[in-house]
């Protein structure tokens, strides 16, 4: 399985950014996806997961209201767009992949992408 993360860069507080995330090397629908971010100095976070059909969506309290994921089977996508973004977001973000059809427990995610980091200015 492979991961492909991208999108990531400098934005300014109050700004909005779109990741992607391109898998290969599985049947994409068939499994729930995730976005993961760690910031320096932190453990990395579980922020949003979706499930493998993308009907059933959960977020962190820190991010939720201001980001939203979805996933385009068709296309083995998954993206996190993130609006209103602050300071404190600014971490390497990561995509990855569960065996389960969808989870809320990160230790359930075996799959992942290099990460790309959001730096967001104040």
């Known amino acids: 399985v492979q991961l492909q993360a991208s999108g990531g860069g400098l934005v300014q507080a109050g700004g909005s950014l779109r990741l992607s995330c391109a898998a290969s090397?599985?049947?994409?629908?068939?499994?729930?996806m995730g976005w993961f971010r760690q910031a320096p100095g932190k453990e990395r976070e579980l922020i949003a997961a979706?499930?493998?059909?993308?009907?059933?969506?959960s977020f962190a309290n820190s991010v939720k209201g201001r980001f939203t994921i979805s996933k385009d089977n068709a296309k083995n996508t998954v993206y996190l767009q993130m609006n209103n973004l602050k300071p404190e977001d600014t971490a390497v973000y990561y995509c990855?992949?569960?065996?389960?059809?969808?989870?809320?427990?990160?230790?359930?995610?075996?799959?992942w992408g290099q990460g790309t980091l959001v730096t967001v200015s104040s």
């Open positions: 090397g599985r049947t994409f629908g068939r499994y729930g």
């Open positions: 979706i499930s493998m059909s993308g009907g059933t969506t």
């Open positions: 990855a992949s569960s065996d389960s059809y969808y989870t809320r427990t990160p230790s359930e995610y075996g799959y």
